[in-house]
Structure formats: structure tokens, C-alpha cells
């Protein structure tokens, strides 16, 4: 299984065809956007799902980033750290997000509990 931690909107290129990321560790992945099973952002998520490996690297970022979600085919995982706000590259990496994965882009939530 693939899971990477990807810190900041310059590590995202949002191609027409694929979603190149480079993580923390070094290496970069270009996903073709067919290969996205499910993506979205997931603020509610943090704290409560712990990803050995990831969630150590990008908890610095928590108060500063939001987190977006990527499950991708063969058991790939990132989580991304865009930078909260309303710059430019960010709202060009979420609409090539809505753009390309229409409905397997979504927010993400954790079930409330009565």
C-alpha cells in the first residue's frame, strides 16, 4: 500500500489527464484521474483517523492546512495539506478536483453520533 503525506499546494499539479503529487518523502506520483476512487476534503477527519506513517508527518500542518483526502486503485492513499485560504492554486486544485471526479469528490464527515 502506497500512503503519503504531500505538504502545500506547490507539492499538487492538477494535469487535464492525471494528479501529479510530490510527498514529504521525496517521491513523486502521477495518478491518472480514472485511477481516484475517492477524494475529498476532510477536516472532521483529522484527529480521529490515524494513518501509520502519514499522520505523524502532517500533523505540523493541521492549524495552518486543510486536509484532502485521496484514495486512488491498487491500495494508494495521500493525505494532502493545502493551505487554508483562498489563493489562486488552491481553488485550481479543487475545481480540477470537482472537474475530474465529479461525484467521487465529496467532503467528508464523520457519522454524528445521538
Same mark, same amino acid.
Given at each position: 500500500?502506497?500512503?503519503?503525506?504531500?505538504?502545500?499546494?506547490?507539492?499538487?499539479?492538477?494535469?487535464?489527464?492525471?494528479?501529479r503529487l510530490k510527498t514529504v518523502a521525496g517521491?513523486?506520483?502521477?495518478?491518472?484521474?480514472?485511477?481516484?476512487?475517492?477524494?475529498?476534503?476532510?477536516?472532521?477527519?483529522?484527529?480521529?483517523?490515524? #494513518?501509520?506513517?502519514?499522520?505523524? !508527518?502532517?500533523?505540523?500542518?493541521?492549524?495552518?492546512?486543510? &486536509? %484532502?483526502?485521496?484514495?486512488?486503485?491498487?491500495?494508494?492513499?495521500?493525505?494532502?495539506?493545502?493551505?487554508?485560504?483562498t489563493s489562486a492554486k488552491r481553488s485550481a #486544485?479543487?475545481?480540477?478536483?470537482? !472537474?475530474?471526479?465529479?461525484?467521487?469528490?465529496?467532503?467528508? &464527515? %464523520?457519522?454524528h453520533r445521538s
Open positions: 500500500m502506497n500512503s503519503d503525506a504531500v505538504i502545500g499546494c506547490d507539492a499538487v499539479d492538477a494535469g487535464s489527464e492525471w494528479l517521491l513523486t506520483r502521477t495518478i491518472p484521474w480514472s485511477a481516484i476512487r475517492l477524494a475529498g476534503m476532510g477536516s472532521e477527519l483529522n484527529g480521529h483517523v490515524t #494513518i501509520e506513517g502519514v499522520t505523524e !508527518k502532517v500533523a505540523p500542518f493541521l492549524p495552518t492546512h486543510d &486536509s %484532502l483526502w485521496i484514495v486512488y486503485a491498487e491500495n494508494g492513499f495521500a493525505q494532502v495539506m493545502i493551505e487554508k485560504g #486544485i479543487l475545481a480540477a478536483f470537482a !472537474k475530474n471526479l465529479d461525484e467521487r469528490c465529496r467532503t467528508m &464527515s %464523520l457519522p
